[in-house]
Every structure is written in C-alpha cells, then in structure tokens.
C-alpha cells in the first residue's frame, strides 16, 4: 500500500452519470486539503450506462481520479473494491447523490487524527428534497440516511443498536480487517431487496473494540428525489429493511444464545404490531408513514425465517452456480 497517500474518497455507482458531476464538482472545490495528499477513486459497480466515459474525461484534468469496474452488482461488492484500491489508510465513502460540504475531506482527516480509536465516524446528513415530504416523515427520516444530531460529536454505544449509515462514513483500513470475508448482506439488486449491509460491517468493526463516533464537521447534503417519496419505492424499501435486521441484531451471537435471542425479538415485534395497529387502525393505508412503520415491523417479525431460506439459497448456488 502507498502511504503516501493521506485520504481516499471513495464513490461506488450504479448508473451514476448524470448524478456524479454534482459531486465531482464539490470535491474539486475543498478546502484546506493543501497539506494533504489525497485521491478519489469510483467504484463502478457494473453500471449500463456511460459513467465510465464521463469519468474519463474528468481524469483528462484530474490525475488524483480513479476508475475501477466491479461486476458482481451490490454495495457490499464495490465497497470491499473500493477498500482494496484506496492508497490511504482512510478511506471516506460517499454515495453518488451526497454533496461534501467544502472542509468534508479536511474535517474527517482530522476527526479521525484526534481520534485514533475510531474506527469509523459517520456524517451529519441534511436531506436535500426534490419535493417536501409529509410532516410527520421525521419518524423515519433516519432510515433514509438523515442523520442530524446535533452540533457535538456524539460515540455511538454498542448497547444502543445505533450505527451510522454508510453514506459519508469514514472507515480506518485497521478496523475494516475484522469484517469477514464474506457478510450475509450484500446490497440490494434488481432481485435481492435485503439491506443494511453497512450496519452489518460496522457491527462487526464494533464489536471488536473500534469506536464509532458522528462527526457533525463532516458534513453532506443527500439529494432525495421525489420518487424516494412514493409508496411504490418505500415500502419494499422498509420491507427489505426489515427482512435484514435478523443479521444486524445477531451479529457476534453464539449459537447457544440464538434460540432465546430470536424468541425475546419476536415477542417484542409482535408487541409493536399490536400497539401500532391500535395506535393508527385504518391510516395504515392512508397514512405514508404509519404504513412504512408497519411493514417495518412486520417484516422484522419474519427475518429470521427469511433469513435462513436466502442463506439456503446462497449456499446451493455457490455449490451449484448456473
């Protein structure tokens, strides 16, 4: 590896021409990166489109750009890649709709220089709405990774189950050694909805010692567009979201505790069901949110299940790839 390098941005896309411009324009314009060596690297993750010919024209005028093509489709697949390239011990991930204010880069390099123990530091997340959503979307902005919390930087505890998301994380390549080879998530497809593949490596940086911190100074917009706002996109979205969350609780768990830890989680999602349902009744199917809470909790109820039919799955095709 060439330590010569300070910091990589790393920007993993799938179809992203038209999108990356905005954030290629941002990263051109830092600040207070001249004592800093620092690359930018994509990550194309088998796009259709022609987001190699744009990135080759930027890379005309730009030789701290790179371009990398990853086939097999998922985030988890172009992160990893992304995390094989980068030159630099850190490694700042941004997605193709996330607009670094102008000290982004400056901000995470010293962030994680003052603290050496973090493995990972998310950022503060302002949405930016292609059109204003419902009034009470605030209940689950967080899911669409909004993360505004406050001014100070905040240490996420591990008893907590809170993580960052992985837009505009910032990972240590140290810490990133204790993610197996080989999660169980791996990013949604156009075939596979489960999720939260982020939450998944992070549990695992956690769990083995690394701190976590929000670092309000690292700072982006997430640009929403309207489509993100519809029932048609949200609901399957909560439902993979749900659909995961057997592998983001259970993470590190030994196989004796399982069974008790799988009972102790339904009971509680069933608990929630029920208080929801009394709480909104018939808004379920007029009220946005109360419908993406529910199917939430539904489909964490039955990720157990689910969970064990993909991994079946997964196996058989490995042994038997068509």
């Avoid at 700042?92 to 400056?106: H, I, K, R, S, T």
């Avoid at 505009?168 to 156009?190: F, H, I, K, N, Y």
Wanted: proline content about 6%.
């Amino acid at each position: 590896m060439n330590t010569l390098v300070d910091f990589t941005v790393a920007i993993c896309t799938y179809n992203g021409e038209h999108r990356l411009p905005d954030v290629l324009e941002r990263l051109q314009n830092q600040l207070r990166t001249e004592s800093l060596t620092w690359e930018i690297i994509i990550v194309d993750n088998n796009s259709t489109d022609n987001t190699a010919l744009l990135v080759q024209k930027y890379q005309a005028t730009w030789p701290q750009l790179h371009y990398y093509f990853e086939a097999q489709q998922g985030a988890a697949f172009a992160r990893n890649r992304a995390i094989q390239e980068a030159k630099s011990e850190l490694i700042g991930f941004l997605d193709d709709d996330n607009l670094p204010q102008p000290d982004w880069v400056a901000a995470s390099y010293t962030f994680a220089q003052e603290h050496p123990q973090a493995g990972a530091s998310g950022s503060q997340i302002h949405p930016e709405w292609e059109i204003p959503p419902p009034d009470n979307f605030r209940r689950i902005a967080p899911f669409l990774a909004i993360t505004e919390r406050g001014s100070l930087p905040l240490l996420y505890e591990e008893r907590k189950k809170l993580l960052p998301p992985s837009a505009g994380l910032v990972v240590r390549r140290q810490a990133w050694l204790a993610v197996p080879d080989e999660c169980v998530l791996t990013g949604r497809t156009t075939n596979q909805m489960l999720t939260s593949e982020d939450l998944e490596v992070l549990s695992y940086i956690q769990r083995a010692g690394w701190e976590i911190w929000y670092n309000p100074k690292q700072e982006i917009y997430h640009k929403i567009p309207r489509w993100r706002l519809q029932r048609e996109y949200l609901i399957p979205f909560f439902r993979g979201i749900g659909l995961s969350r057997h592998v983001t609780r259970t993470v590190g768990v030994q196989s004796w505790q399982m069974p008790l830890l799988i009972i102790l989680y339904a009971a509680n999602d069933l608990r929630k069901i029920i208080v929801h349902l009394l709480k909104y009744r018939q808004q379920i199917k007029t009220d946005l949110v109360a419908g993406c809470e529910l199917q939430l909790m539904l489909s964490s109820l039955v990720s157990p299940i689910y969970i064990r039919k993909y991994q079946r799955q997964a196996r058989k095709n490995k042994i038997n790839p068509a």
